[in-house]
Nanobody
């Protein structure tokens, strides 16, 4: 089992920045690829960004490319999402995900609310 706890959400004006954190506990953090997803009201959960277990590869949704940066610190068992130039359409609950494909394992945090006002 992996427990994930997100933090750092809040209310920010358009153009502002936030940094989300996701602290992991349980199994070996460096075994897992990590990702951020979001779900806006009335919409399905969508992929935002992901980072490989080593941090060597990162992936982004087109909608956030150039504005968001995902990173991880395996010594601190934490993954981050730096969000800059925020837009009202970034408003959503943001979820942290731990994925280990070879073991068929997927874990989710409880989510953190991000609200961007225009």
């Amino acid at each position: 089992q992996v427990q994930l706890v997100e933090s750092g959400g809040g209310l920010v004006q358009a153009g502002g920045s936030l940094r989300l954190s996701c602290a992991a506990s349980g199994r070996t953090f460096s075994w897992y690829d990590m990702g951020w997803y979001r779900q806006a009201p009335g919409k399905e959960r969508e992929f935002v960004a992901a980072i490989s277990w080593s941090g060597g590869s990162t992936y982004y949704a087109d909608s956030v490319k150039g504005r968001f940066t995902i990173s991880r610190d395996n010594a601190k068992n934490t993954v981050y999402l730096q969000m800059n130039s925020l837009k009202p359409e970034d408003t959503a609950i943001y979820y942290c995900n731990a994925h280990r494909g070879v073991a068929g394992q997927d874990y989710w945090g409880q989510g953190t609310q991000v609200t961007v006002s225009s």
